[in-house]
């Protein structure tokens, strides 16, 4: 941590770096409660700016208190394998890893959730893997804590309602023998940690502002897919509200075409499809729900109905859109990992230790220990459940994908750890 927390400082990783998102965190409307309810920000992120400012203005204090968050995570997230019986190499090796991660080297310095929701994100995990083997109120709390504040900084991390249960299952099948019976009953009992939170709040909004959901910004993202498949012969099988604004938004596409370096490619083409995804909501449907709706008033609603709308008009062309963007996302995510300096150093030591075992020392191939095992699912299952919260409505990016891999260096790191360790150990007992 010392280490990596110097190289971020002298690579100028701990200035602020304001991005386009920043504006709307920092304003949030505190004011009051229906205007926190109704904003597109969830108040996770603003709340931690709060926190922040108290620190230095300007945000000054944002990057490193980021930096800090994640690696606070990275120091339970070593405590909770411990627990979990793994090794103390393999443990330091997992760890480790994180703290090589894109999520942390590439967006520290961003005034925007990106690292803190990775942070929440690997808190949630450790305290999951530590409650499913051990139990304790502390764990409990953590768990309940992390996954809550993980959805309520940034919205895409509701997955980890899901992950939660699964992961403690799979950590609890891993490290000891369970039975059917209590493998159900940790998940349900997990499941209701997490999701109770989260009906709590969805509650709240729908008491307050009539909306149930973590966050008024669901239908922008959606129309930014389904909206790409708007044609004119749609409009007569649109709710009769939906037609002026599908109308203007049909107008405003038309005025800028053609957009962009893929206007040229067919409409199914995928990276006309991510190119167009900003200019469709931005450009096209906000301007026309505004006009149609009024200055002042919500657009949300208007949207989500208009992208479902469009969504069941078009189910072959979202088909292939969910396709193409998860293949794109599959090769970002490996793209990404190996782009990474450190993990294609330490991908490339895990392929020479195996190919040195399987010419020199075949017959003492290792017996895995089950924090690895472990780490293999979290790895998949962190990446796979990220995604699939995404690519239904919002191209594979590389800030996406960069967050789903955050694990995928755990096992390759410990592994090598395993492997070079159990060979030492061989040879010194011959």
Request: proline share 6%; net charge positive; glycine share 8%.
């Amino acid at each position: 941590m010392l280490a990596v927390a110097g190289v971020l400082w002298r690579t100028g990783k701990l200035a602020p770096q304001v991005v386009r998102d920043t504006v709307g965190y920092a304003n949030f409307p505190w004011d009051s409660l229906r205007g926190a309810l109704t904003s597109i920000r969830t108040p996770g992120y603003p709340a931690f700016l709060k926190i922040a400012s108290l620190f230095g203005a300007e945000h000054v204090a944002v990057p490193t208190l980021q930096m800090l968050a994640y690696f606070g995570a990275a120091a339970v997230f070593l405590a909770a394998l411990r627990r979990a019986a793994a090794s103390t190499g393999v443990s330091l090796a997992a760890a480790s890893s994180l703290l090589s991660a894109n999520i942390l080297h590439g967006y520290v310095e961003t005034v925007a959730t990106d690292t803190l929701a990775a942070a929440l994100g690997i808190l949630a995990c450790a305290a999951t893997i530590s409650f499913s083997v051990r139990g304790g109120v502390l764990s409990l709390l953590l768990l309940i804590l992390s996954a809550t504040a993980a959805w309520l900084v940034r919205p895409a991390y509701l997955f980890v309602i899901v992950l939660c249960p699964v992961l403690a299952v799979l950590a609890s099948s891993v490290v000891m023998p369970v039975t059917r019976r209590s493998r159900w009953g940790l998940l349900i009992r997990v499941g209701l940690m997490v999701v109770l939170p989260l009906l709590a709040y969805c509650g709240l909004r729908q008491a307050v502002v009539g909306q149930f959901g973590i966050v008024s910004f669901g239908g922008y993202n959606l129309v930014g897919i389904t909206g790409q498949f708007l044609e004119e012969g749609d409009m007569p099988r649109l709710p009769e509200d939906l037609r002026p604004i599908a109308a203007a938004a049909l107008e405003h596409r038309v005025n800028e075409a053609p957009r962009g370096p893929y206007a040229a490619e067919p409409r199914l083409h995928y990276l006309r499809m991510e190119n167009d995804y900003d200019p469709t909501i931005w450009s096209d449907f906000v301007p026309a729900a505004e006009h149609v709706a009024g200055d002042g008033q919500p657009i949300n609603g208007p949207l989500r109905r208009l992208g479902t709308a469009l969504l069941f008009q078009h189910p072959r062309d979202y088909a292939v859109w969910v396709v193409k963007a998860t293949r794109q996302g599959a090769k970002k995510l490996a793209w990404d990992f190996l782009d990474n300096p450190v993990a294609l150093l330490v991908v490339g030591l895990l392929v020479g230790a195996v190919l040195c075992r399987l010419l020199f020392a075949a017959d003492s191939w290792p017996v895995f220990e089950p924090g690895l095992k472990l780490l293999v699912g979290l790895a998949l299952l962190y990446a796979l459940l990220n995604l699939a919260v995404v690519i239904p409505v919002c191209p594979p990016l590389g800030r996406f994908t960069d967050a789903a891999g955050v694990f995928l260096g755990t096992p390759i790191f410990a592994g090598l750890v395993s492997i070079v360790t159990n060979g030492e150990r061989r040879a010194s007992a011959r």
